[in-house]
């Protein structure tokens, strides 16, 4: 486990390449119940050059509208399909929070998508981390501080990857910069898949 800054936890290698193999079978049906959709940004309605779909209760959506989090598919109008098992267990694994994640929102890169600097800040709840997984080609993932202008750094997440924003790295600025292609072998069709696990609403205090 490395940590590159507070809250920030990496645990490289943490699903291995049969892990990995079973995932994208279980994302296969993901997506089967809820396609890929093309997000756009708020206001301007530029699309991302990543796709997207969602798992859980929960599914982070954005368009010219804004970015929110809603109960169904902004395409087809179904309700979002379960997590699979497996990242229930990593959440237990390393999230260190006592309640379920409510959202994991997939991200599929092409070999040219990137992901610019943001926040993620549309959760109610930021006591919970984010719990990220990478799949698919390597890519080159940059992370500042709480302010946009803060200084950044970049490291390598590579296929199977863990990591976990948490504590004083939860709300820092972070991106991708680029995708390395030609760095996996998962995919057939080459590129990433990222996963974010959320906790977005306060779960109930427990009672007592
Ligand atoms: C990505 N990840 O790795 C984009 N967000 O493709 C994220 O935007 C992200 O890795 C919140 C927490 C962890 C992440
Ligand atoms: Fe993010």
């Known amino acids: 486990m490395i940590a590159p800054l507070p809250g920030l936890r990496l645990h490289p290698g943490y699903f291995d390449r049969a892990a990995q193999e079973a995932l994208v079978e279980a994302l296969r049906a993901v997506v089967a119940a809820a396609p890929l959709f093309t ?3 708020p206001k301007t309605g530029k699309p ?3 796709r997207m779909t969602n798992c859980g209760r929960l599914g982070w959506v954005s368009d010219a509208a804004g970015y929110r989090y809603q109960t169904t598919h902004p395409d087809t109008g179904a309700p979002w399909p379960a997590i699979p098992a497996a990242l229930l267990h990593a959440w237990e694994a390393l999230a260190d929070y006592p309640a379920p994640p409510e959202a ?3 991200n599929v890169y092409a070999p040219t998508a990137r992901m610019g600097l943001h926040q ?5 709840d930021f006591e919970a981390p984010i719990l990220s997984v990478s ?3 390597s890519c080159v993932f940059r992370f500042g501080g709480t302010t946009r202008g803060a200084a950044t750094r970049s490291f390598r997440l590579h296929s199977g990857d ?3 924003f ?8 972070h991106g991708v910069d680029r995708i390395l292609p030609g760095t996996s072998t998962l995919l057939a069709q ?3 898949i990222n996963l974010t696990l959320r906790r977005v609403t306060k779960p109930a205090p427990a009672r007592g």
């Open 39 to 41: 997000p756009r940004m």
């Open 48 to 50: 991302f050059s990543v």
């Open 104 to 106: 994991c929102l997939v």
């Open 120 to 124: 993620d800040r549309d959760e109610e």
């Open 135 to 137: 799949l698919g080609d």
């Open 162 to 164: 863990a990591l976990t």
């Open 166 to 173: 948490g504590g004083p790295a939860r709300l820092a600025f």
């Open 190 to 192: 080459g590129g990433r």
